[in-house]
């Protein structure tokens, strides 16, 4: 079992940025790939990005490339999704998830186990 924890999410205006963690405790031997995926009111779950511990992939949903940065520190079990200017488009309940996916399915949801609660991100324009 892995526990994953959200935190870093508000309200900002556009243009601005937010740093995004995500704690994961437990099991976390048995997971290499830890994610983030958002929704917005109405919409389906979508990929925005993946990191792995034993892989130099990061892939990146193409809205958020060049804006988004994903990183991890393994020591504390903890990634993080750097994003900056921030857009309208962006709001969303932002959600980290924890698997252990082949680099082709970083982007399938249903890959990943576990999930944390998620975290509220809302962009003014």
């Known amino acids: 079992q892995v526990i994953l924890v959200e935190s870093g999410g508000g309200l900002v205006q556009a243009g601005e940025s937010l740093r995004l963690s995500c704690a994961a405790s437990g099991d976390t031997s048995s997971v290499h790939v830890m994610a983030w995926f958002r929704q917005a009111p109405g919409k389906e779950r979508e990929f925005v990005a993946a990191?792995?511990?034993?892989?130099?992939?990061?892939p990146y949903a193409d809205s958020v490339k060049g804006r988004f940065t994903i990183s991890r520190d393994n020591a504390k079990n903890t990634v993080y999704l750097q994003m900056n200017s921030l857009k309208p488009e962006d709001t969303a309940v932002y959600f980290c998830?924890?698997?252990?996916?082949?680099?082709?399915?970083?982007?399938?949801?249903?890959?990943?186990?576990?999930w944390g609660q998620g975290t509220q991100v809302t962009v003014s324009s």
């Open positions: 990191i792995s511990r034993s892989t130099s992939a990061r």
């Open positions: 998830a924890a698997g252990r996916p082949i680099v082709s399915a970083y982007s399938m949801s249903r890959m990943y186990p576990y």
